[in-house]
């Protein structure tokens, strides 16, 4: 499919963030796209979101739901196809972290995690390939991470769940091979964003030393590599894991 015929585009976790400027970065002459968040109600950024993609001349759609629900994906998938008619790029982006030592982990905190970051890849990948393959075209991009190669101290749950996606996207990729379907993953290293700022100093100077670029990666770091990924350009890609971390790991 060529790109310029304006392709459907779902971003999970998409209204602020990594997320949200994954959806800035990808759009393209034509392209709608669609994407959830499970922010609290009195977080308006998800209208931020959307506000940003209309005044882009872009047709959006936005739903408050948990990305590792299968019925609520469903329905939500389902009515993509009924206004749009095609689903053509499948961002895995949502993610959540529960950081404490692991003597100290509460099974609550494991599961939490491993739910909406392994799960959820599982369940939007798992409805939006349906289409795809009927398609015969599609790309799939789930964030992986830095941690899930090298692991982390109090990561041991959030460390699983992206090594988990690394080992999803590569077994994935072989069965969807054949409807020109790809399937890849980005693992970015130390980023800016609100999960971040909340580390204190001494966690962010340890991360930077680690770092030979010298500097955080930035949210538009991550998203270029998306888009990228999602391009005709890396249409001979798949199951490949894109690494943006400055160079903290060299895989």
Not at 96 to 118: G, P, S, Y
Not at 156 to 170: R, V
Not at 180 to 206: W, Y
């Amino acid at each position: 499919m060529a790109e310029s015929e304006g392709r459907v585009a779902l971003v999970t976790g998409g209204s602020k963030g990594i997320g949200r400027a994954i959806i800035a970065e990808i759009l393209e002459p034509g392209m709608k796209v669609a994407f959830n968040h499970f922010d609290p109600p009195e977080d308006d950024s998800a209208d931020g979101t959307i506000q940003f993609v209309e005044e882009r001349g872009h047709e959006v759609l936005c739903e408050r739901l948990d990305a590792s629900n299968y019925e609520a994906v469903q329905g939500f998938v389902d009515t993509i196809m009924e206004k749009w008619g095609r689903l053509d790029i499948l961002i895995n982006n949502a993610g959540i972290t529960r950081d404490t030592l692991f003597m100290r982990m509460k099974e609550a905190d494991w599961d939490a995690v491993i739910q909406v970051n392994l799960r959820s890849v599982f369940v939007c990948t798992h409805i939006a390939m349906r289409p795809m393959m009927k398609q015969r075209y599609g790309r799939i991009v789930s964030m992986a991470s830095v941690v899930g190669l090298m692991g982390n101290v109090s990561q041991a749950n959030y460390a699983a769940s992206k090594a988990g996606i690394i080992g999803f996207t590569k077994s994935v990729a072989r069965e969807l091979a054949g409807r020109n379907v790809t399937v890849n993953a980005v693992a970015p290293g130390f980023i800016k964003t609100e999960m971040t700022d909340v580390l204190s100093d001494q966690v962010k100077e340890a991360f930077m030393k680690q770092i030979p670029l010298g500097r955080p990666g930035t949210v538009e770091d991550v998203a270029r590599a998306v888009k990228w990924l999602i391009s005709d350009d890396a249409a001979y890609l798949t199951g490949q894991v894109l690494h943006v971390n400055g160079g903290m790991l060299m895989p």
